[in-house]
Structure formats: C-alpha cells, structure tokens
C-alpha cells in the first residue's frame, strides 16, 4: 500500500490567492482527518470525515477554510483567499473504525507570501 | 474537554541514555493512548498504543505503560540512539480509536554521538 498520499509537498502562494490541497487515503480507511501543525499552535484538527461525510469541522478556523469529500478516495482542503498566517504543514491522515491509530500523509508545507 | 500535557522540551541526551518523556491525560471516559514519532520532514508516525488500563505498548525498544491511577503514559528506551533523535507525540483518543485525536504539543528529543 503506498499510504496516505498528499499533494503537493510543498506551495508558496501570494495573499489573496486560493490554494488547494489534496489527500489520498489508504484504500478501505473509513476515517479521513485534516491537521494543521504550527510551531506556536502544534497540531490542531481542522476537519474529519466518516464515510466521506464530514463529522466534527469545529476546528476549521474561519469561512475562508473549506474541505471536502466526493468519494472515498479523495479529499480536498481549500483556502480562499489565503492569508501569511495561514502558513503552516497541512497534514492529512485516515484510520479504520478500531485503535490502531492513524496513518499520516507526509504533509503539506504551505507557505503564503 | 480531552487534553494532553507533555513534558517540555527540547531533550538532548547521550547516545545510550536512558530515556523517560513524560505524558499526563485528562479525558472523561476511557481513550486509547497512543505515542507517535516525527522525523524531520516528514509525517507523524504511530510508535505504540495502549487501549485498556495497565497495557503496555512496546516497539522499537521504546515502551510505555497506560497507567489509570495516575492518567500517565510516560514513554520510556533504555538505550537510545542517534536515530531516535525525532518529535515524539503523545495522544488520545475516546471511543475506541476511530475518532479524533487529542495530540499533546510534541516534545523535540535530541541524541549526541
């Protein structure tokens, strides 16, 4: 299995301009999950989804936040329009419905000029 | 609500060191416990677990014990080695696992030859 899989590693974008970011989960993973990690704030849980449907979005920070989940194996997390303090290593993870824990993407490391 | 305090950081120790990160929870029913490592670069990856009181997870050397009494899961190698050398994440999660994790804020562990 070639894991959870995010695109792209790294984007440098202007203020102002939308990103998108993209995960693939590991086929059969009924749980798909969006973390931002921040050195002043860590990991923070922005958004997860239950077979593609989004459960518990409380931590998306503000209306310019948006993510979601047209099939099983893909989700996106958009930022429009994108702010300097949106700068930060998106990562995306997914799980089946037991403790094993989740699997991690390699992150995306965002940075807006 | 859910929370994890881990023992601030960074730590720097000797090759074959004894090593102790300590973890403290507070959660309103009975999560799973879990320690995951981040190397530079990359994504978070899970280490160990515990799902009940007194389990002990173990991998790589590294061990640690869900202990109920003191709502501790210190993470504990008897010898470390200078590919240890990575941010170790305690977390939690409540019913069973498939739902989100609670992260505590990542403790930077640092060996020298």
């Known amino acids: 299995d070639a894991g959870v899989i995010q695109s792209p590693r790294h984007e440098v974008t202007e203020m102002g301009q939308e990103v998108t970011l993209r995960c693939k989960p590991i086929?059969?993973?009924?749980?798909l999950f969006w973390y931002r990690q921040t050195m002043m704030r860590g990991l923070e849980l922005l958004i997860y989804f239950n077979n593609n449907v989004p459960i518990d979005d409380s931590g998306m920070p503000e209306d310019r936040f948006s993510a979601k989940m047209p099939n099983a194996s893909f989700s996106t997390l958009k930022i429009q329009p994108s702010e300097p303090r949106d700068s930060a290593v998106y990562f995306c993870?997914?799980?089946?419905?037991?403790?094993?824990?989740?699997?991690f993407g390699s992150g995306t490391r965002l940075t807006v000029v | 609500g859910d929370s994890v305090t881990q023992m601030e950081g960074p730590v720097t120790l000797s090759e074959e060191a004894f090593l102790t990160i300590n973890c403290t929870y507070t959660a309103t029913g009975y999560p799973s416990l879990f320690w995951y490592v981040q190397y530079p670069g990359e994504g978070l990856q899970l280490l160990l677990k515990a799902t009940k009181a007194d389990d002990k997870g173990s991998n790589k050397g590294f061990e640690a014990t869900y202990r109920k009494e003191t709502t501790s899961f210190h993470l504990e190698k008897g010898s470390v080695q200078v590919s240890d050398s990575a941010v170790y994440f305690c977390a939690l999660s409540d019913h069973g696992g498939a739902q989100k994790l609670v992260f505590g804020q990542g403790t930077r562990l640092t060996i020298n030859p």
């Open positions: 993870a997914s799980t089946e419905p037991d403790a094993r824990g989740y699997t």
């Open positions: 086929s059969g993973h009924d749980y």
